[in-house]
């Protein structure tokens, strides 16, 4: 629920607060176009080619939100938060069933799993309804939200956000089916000191918490009729028109979803190689090496910046307090040192103190008569 309810959607609520900001430039609202678009298309490049369960299902997660910031760019309000609404359901039953799938798999990597349809049919289906009601296949729960969106971007005529919206279903579609072909068809992959026959399906609370999850996600978006039962008419800004579904729109993400699953399906579900996609599989497959970037720029500068600070905060700023401390200390206690001088010595230090002051005065006074003359 945090991954797909929860912290994930915070940016886009405070987006969605905050949205009299944006709406009133329209700067703002092309900066959070563009800055939509490419997180939904980085997010779902990422996905396809990620070989960790739990990570591909998050970059997924990334390019839904991707798409909730475009919708605001285009000031698709509604659409943007309706989006938000029917990409929680299924998103929440692809990380629960995925935590129990690694349980009993022992393993993160999708390429040491499959075969799980025929030994966990219940987490099977419930896991393809995720998958289908993400992908946006009809008459799944992101199917109506990205029809919104899509019917807003058609309405304005921005190609742009046409043509993101439209590439990043299509490849979402495979991303996620791909998940699900190869977590659940063909054979369980073998491995040492692990049993595929000691394999369980999941039940009890598990089991009851997918299929409440799963309700919401095959009727949570179905908007109804138009002004009486629209889950979105709620969801309103002032100056902003409500988006709503055009039949070109939802017939354009109808075909872009179910294209992409089947594409997956026939690709992923047959263990078919695609040879010219090894070199994108091991680029996207690392995140463009951003993560090995932001381990460089800790390792080799942020660690010893941070052991210079250190060692500057222990010897410089400490070593002042401590200096100020024992200087305040030591002048506090006069009774202590004052009987151990002599009255030669301090007579000394007296007429010391008289003669530099003399020579201070005639000096100054020397220059001032030389300027005065």
């Given at each position: ?84 609404f ?23 990597r ?19 309804i995720?998958?289908?009601a ?110 709503n ?26 263990r ?23 381990a ?78």
């Amino acid at each position: 629920m945090i991954h797909s309810a929860g912290a994930a959607l915070c940016g886009v609520y405070l987006l969605a607060r905050t949205y009299v900001v944006f709406h009133a430039s329209p700067r703002g609202l092309a900066l959070l176009a563009i800055v939509g678009g490419l997180t939904a298309v980085l997010g779902v490049l990422f996905a396809l080619f990620q070989e960790n369960l739990k990570r591909a299902i998050a970059y997924t997660t990334m390019a839904e939100l991707g798409l909730m910031v475009l919708a605001l760019g285009i000031s698709a309000y509604g659409a943007s938060i309706f989006e938000a609404f029917t990409h929680v359901w299924p998103k929440a039953i692809l990380f629960l069933a995925a935590g129990a799938i690694i349980r009993e798999m022992r393993t993160e990597r999708m390429a040491e799993m499959g075969g799980l349809w025929r030994r966990m049919p219940f987490t099977g289906w419930i896991l393809l309804i995720g998958a289908l009601a993400v992908a946006g296949v009809p008459p799944f729960s992101t199917f109506w939200s990205k029809d919104t969106i899509l019917s807003k971007a058609l309405a304005i005529g921005s190609w742009p956000a046409i043509v993101v919206v439209l590439l990043v279903t299509v490849l979402g579609a495979m991303a996620v089916m791909r998940i699900f072909a190869l977590v659940c068809l063909g054979e369980t992959a073998r491995r040492r000191r692990f049993e595929p026959e000691r394999i369980r399906d999941i039940g009890g609370r598990m089991a009851l918490a997918l299929v409440l999850f799963a309700i919401p996600s095959v009727v949570g978006g179905i908007r109804g009729i138009r002004g009486r039962a629209d889950p979105i008419a709620f969801v309103t800004f002032p100056g902003v028109q409500l988006a709503n579904s055009h039949f070109l729109g939802g017939a354009l993400i109808a075909v872009a979803s179910v294209v992409g699953a089947a594409a997956a399906w026939l690709i992923y579900g047959r263990r078919v190689r695609v040879v010219a996609l090894e070199p994108a599989a091991r680029l996207f497959g690392e995140g463009l090496y951003v993560p090995r970037g932001y381990a460089l720029a800790g390792e080799r500068g942020l660690r010893p910046l941070g052991g210079r600070a250190q060692w500057a905060d222990e010897t410089i700023i400490d070593g002042a307090g401590d200096l100020v401390a024992e200087s305040l200390a030591w002048a506090a206690r006069p009774q202590r040192w004052l009987p151990d001088v002599s009255t030669r010595q301090l007579a000394i230090a007296v007429l010391a103190g008289l003669l530099v002051l003399a020579l201070l005065t005639i000096v100054l006074a020397g220059r001032a008569f030389g300027a005065t003359g």
